[in-house]
């Protein structure tokens, strides 16, 4: 059937169009590098999922002491490094914060 | 540590199939002479059936699923029938010869259904 | 229209292999707009399989024969409702809907994290490559756009596969199996764009997570199909068939657990692209086992030529898979080790070993008539005995495990809080287990053991509920109904998770309570009028036969009248169904669902004699059986609750990715 084809065909030329339109659109770009994280960015990646589990660590740590699965001694001795371990991530993250000219307070945890 | 788990864990099923056995053989007609244990039958069923499975049994014959062998297997069977179950349809039950009947386990009948996605079951149960 | 169809497939073919093809280069090459191109192609390749899929559906809802696979699977009785869903009721529409679906989602995620340029330079390819193997087969060797001369009528639907649940269960079983596609291409497009960030997880959590939950009521729903429709008594026959979507699901389950793990611990990193890839392979193995005749199974299929290329296309993704985990293994570097045996990481581990042990051992059940065959030239094969030793033995401690898993804390447990948090749970188990003793239950050690962890299990996680609670209260003020629902709306993921399991709690026990103490009577000689039998309290009393025509089906009834104690307890009619046009039988089960044992009495036709009037009668009562199918439903409100938006969440997570910040000042 005609109608069938005729169909395809457009369907064809669509799909075309759908996939040159990044090319359409900016035939002269002055920059096709794709973005992709820098050495700066891997290790603030790196550092922020860091600081984000040390805070858990904590969370979780001070929730299974009130719910009772970490006895009160071992809290102590556990609450201790893990608060260290937090501080140390979040002072990491300082340096690159300052270096940034439009400073967003960073939220931290809940 | 875990690479050590996973391998027991493997030695311990392969041992069990190895050694308590719980495995069974498959064979089709053409296969089947000479071998007197226990084993499950895979064949197409061939006509005339006659009998009755909740009487003295059902009795049809067997032939290979595919390829030439002309060999018919006679089955005797007692139990449930599937719906399913006709002259053409591919079965499989589980029982052993005597003499040259074979016969099969009670309710080990199981059709298999011609379309893709339809089984149909004796009365193996869980 | 066919030749639309045709047209439209091959179209979707040209297109992925584009975004394979400029995909890869792409990333490779780190071109922009070539990445962008690849990734509209991507989508792309959604609209024009959307179309083809259109050009199937009002074949089939027409009834236009031309089309061979209508006239395969339809017929013009057959009500418009099944007649659409035969769309997947053959080889080659069911690729479709693959397809469908695959390209779908891949249109889906891939828009929703279009702004992680990177990965998804990456991802496009690995899907592309993915959905080029199911455009080729279905362009060029399974099609479902084939014309052939226009027969009278169509051969019709086989009469068991017209019920609800046939509707609905390939579906749902699809949407699971093609969902664990997405996890692993972002995984493969973490190791390939190498980051060494968790972005990858964070993105895929609710696609995984969604994904299960589809694969597991699609398990359901096939089983209670095969429960009602089927009825041979039971729900699930360890064939291979099903055994193919059981084995990705606990692979699946594993990578859930697991991924947990690698978030909070940075463990783990290694085992978690093990398990996606070991998940997602599953589940193309599972299709190909399904399709290609290679493991004989009640599904009977000639040897398809579709067996060839499915397992070409699994040896290469998994030789793919592994060249590139062994490559990027450097990457993949822990960042802590375990602390302790006794963690609630180490619970995970035990789990994760468990679930795996069991999928492998199921594997190898299916697999081994093949192995045997290729060595030895003489075909073996296991059957049930093989498949509970083994349900046994891994699932009975998972099912412990998931009791003992809320009550340990993260990283280290204090031993002495173990005693105090083990206390109540273990009591629950010890009475559960005595008073079933004291009852007469005591005959099966699998089905005691299973009720005895099911207490411990349930105590536990209703402890763990109400310990939230209290320490929410205490820390909060609130009352008790708000410290509840905040408790569990602040961390949906945990209770969300409790709940699915209490969900797969109530299978266990269900499960156990439908096999292990199940009773089974069917008199040798049959019933004559006005005969009756005794089971397990029950006396049914076999009246006579009735029939009557149906819309499509001559049906006839046994009359059957249950009694317990004297009083009339129901009416049952289990018989079977004739249908003309497929020449064929089915058998009509008649069910009655009994609130005393939330089970069912179930009676099965045997067989009828007519003229004789004997009715060979099989009945079995099942206790608990009914808690398998709640257990459905408690398992997806638990995966709502899991997946639900939690917009602080979300915003953490935003500005944890944020590139703004990140090439600014650079």
């Given at each position: 059937m005609t109608l069938a084809l005729v169909l395809g065909a457009v369907l064809a030329v669509l799909a075309v169009l759908l996939v040159a339109r990044p090319f359409l659109r900016e035939p002269a770009p002055a920059d096709d590098r794709l973005a992709e994280p820098g050495e700066l960015d891997r290790r603030r990646l790196e550092l922020v999922e860091e600081r984000d589990r040390a805070l858990a660590a904590l969370k979780e740590l001070e929730f299974d002491h009130r719910t009772g699965k970490i006895s009160d001694d071992d809290y102590r001795a556990l609450v201790g490094p893990l608060r260290r371990a937090a501080a140390e991530a979040l002072r990491a993250l300082e340096p690159r914060a300052e270096s940034r000219v439009a400073e967003r307070p960073t939220r931290i945890g809940r | 540590m875990i690479a050590l788990s996973v391998a027991a864990a493997l030695a311990v099923f392969i041992l069990y199939t190895a050694v308590v056995g719980g495995a069974t053989t498959q064979l089709s007609p053409s296969e089947?002479?000479?071998?007197?244990?226990h084993v499950a039958l895979v064949g197409t069923v061939v006509g005339p059936v006659s009998g009755d499975a909740h009487g003295a049994g059902l009795r049809f014959r067997v032939k290979d699923?595919?390829?030439?062998?002309?060999v018919t297997v006679p089955i005797v069977y007692t139990g449930s029938v599937p719906d399913?179950?006709?002259?053409?349809r591919h079965i499989v039950l589980t029982g052993r010869l005597h003499g040259a009947t074979f016969v099969g386990d009670d309710g080990s009948l199981v059709t298999k259904c011609p379309s893709k996605y339809a089984p149909a079951k004796g009365s193996s149960s869980t | 229209m066919a030749e639309l169809g045709r047209a439209a497939l091959l179209v979707t073919f040209g297109l992925v292999v584009y975004a394979l093809v400029a995909g890869s280069l792409a990333a490779w090459k780190r071109r922009r707009r070539l990445a962008l191109s690849a990734q509209n192609a991507l989508l792309a390749a959604f609209g024009t399989t959307l179309v083809a899929a259109t050009v199937l559906l009002v074949a089939l809802a027409r009834r236009d024969f031309t089309f061979q696979y209508v006239a395969q699977h339809t017929s013009?009785?057959?009500?418009l409702g099944y007649a659409l869903s035969?769309?997947?009721?053959?080889q080659e529409g069911s690729l479709l809907l693959w397809l469908l679906i695959l390209s779908g989602y891949s249109a889906l995620a891939v828009w929703l994290n279009r702004r992680a340029r990177d990965l998804v330079a990456w991802v496009v390819p690995v899907l592309g490559l993915v959905a080029a193997f199911f455009a080729f087969m279905l362009c060029f060797?399974?099609?479902?756009?084939v014309v052939a001369p226009?027969?009278?009528?169509g051969a019709g639907?086989?009469?068991?596969?017209?019920n609800p649940y046939m509707l609905a269960h390939p579906p749902m079983l699809y949407l699971g199996y093609v969902g664990l596609t997405i996890p692993f291409a972002f995984g493969m497009g973490a190791l390939l764009s190498r980051r060494t960030d968790e972005r990858w997880i964070v993105a895929t959590r609710r696609w995984t997570l969604a994904a299960w939950t589809f694969l597991g009521i699609g398990q359901l729903l096939g089983a209670h199909w095969a429960y009602?429709?089927?009825?041979?008594?039971?729900?699930?026959?360890?064939d291979p068939v099903e055994n193919a979507a059981l084995m990705p699901w606990l692979a699946a389950t594993a990578f859930l657990h697991s991924v947990m793990i690698q978030e909070k611990r940075g463990m783990l990193k290694v085992w978690n692209m093990v398990l996606v890839s070991l998940a997602f392979l599953l589940s193309i193995f599972g299709t190909f086992l399904t399709r290609s005749g290679v493991v004989n199974s009640i599904h009977s299929f000639s040897q398809s030529p579709l067996g060839g290329w499915f397992l070409g296309f699994i040896a290469l993704m998994t030789a793919a898979t592994v060249a590139l985990i062994y490559i990027r293994l450097p990457l993949?570097?822990?960042?802590?080790?375990?602390?302790?045996?006794?963690s609630r990481e180490a619970t995970f581990l035990y789990n994760n070993l468990l679930l795996v042990a069991l999928c492998l051992t199921i594997l190898w059940g299916v697999m081994y008539p093949l192995l045997t065959q290729a060595l030895r030239g003489e075909t073996r094969s296991v059957s049930k005995p093989y498949y509970d030793f083994f349900l046994h033995t891994f699932g009975l401690p998972l099912l412990l495990l998931m009791g003992i898993g809320p009550l340990v804390a993260w990283r280290r447990a204090s031993v002495r809080a173990l005693g105090r948090t083990f206390l109540v749970p273990l009591l629950a188990a010890v009475v559960t287990g005595v008073a079933l003793i004291g009852v007469g239950?005591?005959?099966s050690t699998p089905g005691l053991l299973t009720y005895t962890f099911s207490a411990f299990v349930a105590a536990s996680i209703v402890l763990e509920f109400w310990r939230g609670t209290n320490a929410r209260r205490a820390i909060a003020g609130e009352s008790l109904p708000r410290a509840f629902t905040s408790l569990v709306a602040r961390n949906r993921r945990r209770y969300g998770g409790y709940v699915v399991h209490a969900a797969v709690l109530l299978l266990a026990i269900g499960i156990a309570g439908s096999s292990a103490y199940q009773t089974v009577r069917e008199p040798a000689h049959g019933l004559r009028p006005r005969q009756s039998m005794e089971i397990a309290g029950y006396t049914l009393t076999y009246r006579g036969l009735s029939t009557r025509q149906e819309a499509d089906a001559q049906a006839t009834r046994a009359t059957v009248d249950v009694t317990r104690g004297g009083s009339h307890v129901t009416t049952l009619h289990p018989g079977k169904n004739w249908y003309p046009v497929e020449q064929q039988t089915s058998n009509e089960v008649s069910i009655y669902h009994d609130p005393r044992n939330v089970g069912d009495l179930f009676t099965i036709a045997?067989?009828?004699?007519?003229?004789?009037?004997?009715l060979f009668l099989k009945v079995l009562v099942k206790p608990l059986v009914n808690l398998i199918w709640v257990a459905g439903f408690i398992f997806v409100l638990g995966s709502v609750i899991a997946m639900w938006p939690d917009a602080v969440e979300q915003r953490r997570l935003a500005e944890r990715y944020a590139p703004a910040a990140m090439s600014a000042g650079l």
């Open positions: - | 089947l002479a000479g071998h007197t244990g699923v595919s390829g030439t062998s002309r399913l179950f006709k002259v053409g | 013009r009785s057959l009500p035969a769309f997947w009721g053959g060797v399974s099609s479902p756009f226009a027969p009278g009528d639907m086989v009469p068991s596969l017209q009602v429709e089927i009825g041979w008594g039971g729900y699930y026959a360890w993949l570097k822990a960042r802590t080790r375990l602390e302790s045996l006794v239950l005591g005959g045997d067989q009828i004699d007519p003229k004789s009037q004997v």
